[in-house]
């Protein structure tokens, strides 16, 4: 691969001169501040799982985030994920699809993901599994609760959850590892932190009827400390590595054949 891949103006508008580097000191940063509140709140830093989400970031711009030690990408857009795969059929990188995922599409997905943290109905599980059954393979999955009982987010009902882990083990090829949710948005930290709360008690009580689901997959760029303290152990960060996204990702990645 080139040594530097060729920047356009934009890009370099968005990730300055030398993105490789930014994203190196950033990544540095983020390691950092996981590792502080881990020593806070009495965790080790081992026990949190850092997964970089790259959805908008253009292919080329992620070669120099790869040069720089990323060697595993989070997308929400299927389209998007497998853009991306296809120009890095070259690089060892390991693919997780964290976005809301249509049954339509399940057949794209078990091509590419090492992992997925959107499963969130017995239907998706029956396709996934009679998909990955075709493929020969079996993949990791996070339950996807709606714990911000938004209506604009995805997700099990809290109520929802156990009769949900239930019925996992009638789908051999899924290998249930844990939860996820999206928390609230909101800038008071304790309106946040009931929802990564209310997932780890969730999370306690569906280990009482399958007990692989020992994970968390709580907390963003801006809430991942509060998502710790609460014990997550797998947090979703892209813009405290790769900086703001533009104000539409359908400029990068338009989703006309695929969906949202």
């Not at 790869?66 to 299927?78: D, H, P, R, V």
């Not at 998909?131 to 999955?141: K, N, Q």
């Not at 609460?230 to 960060?237: D, L, M």
């Not at 990702?249 to 949202?260: E, K, T, V």
Request: charged residues 25%; glycine residues 6%; proline residues 5%.
């Amino acid at each position: 691969m080139p040594a530097t891949p060729e920047l356009s103006p934009d890009e370099i508008a968005r990730f300055g001169a030398d993105p490789a580097a930014a994203f190196a000191t950033n990544l540095k940063l983020v390691r950092d501040r996981i590792a502080a509140t881990c020593r806070r709140c009495g965790r080790s830093p081992d026990d949190v799982h850092l997964l970089p989400v790259t959805k908008t970031v253009p292919a080329n711009v992620l070669r120099l985030a790869y040069a720089a030690g990323i060697s595993e990408f989070g997308e929400n857009k299927l389209q998007e994920a497998r853009d991306k795969q296809a120009i890095f059929a070259d690089l060892p990188i390991r693919w997780s699809i964290i976005g809301h995922l249509q049954t339509n599409k399940v057949k794209y997905l078990v091509k590419l993901a090492t992992e997925f943290h959107a499963l969130d109905s017995l239907r998706l599980a029956d396709e996934l599994n009679r998909r990955l059954d075709a493929e020969g393979r079996d993949l990791d999955v996070f339950v996807q609760v709606n714990t911000s009982g938004e209506a604009s987010k995805y997700g099990l009902a809290p109520g929802d959850l156990v009769p949900f882990a239930r019925r996992l083990s009638e789908y051999p090829r899924l290998k249930p590892r844990g939860l996820m949710t999206l928390a609230i948005f909101s800038t008071e930290t304790e309106r946040v932190r009931r929802c990564f709360r209310l997932l780890r008690n969730l999370r306690d009580h569906a280990m009482a009827v399958h007990s692989d689901l020992t994970q968390l997959s709580m907390g963003m760029s801006g809430d991942f400390e509060t998502a710790i303290e609460e014990g997550a152990t797998v947090v979703r960060v892209g813009q405290a590595i790769f900086g703001a996204r533009p104000t539409s990702d359908r400029h990068y990645w338009p989703d006309a054949n695929f969906g949202s």
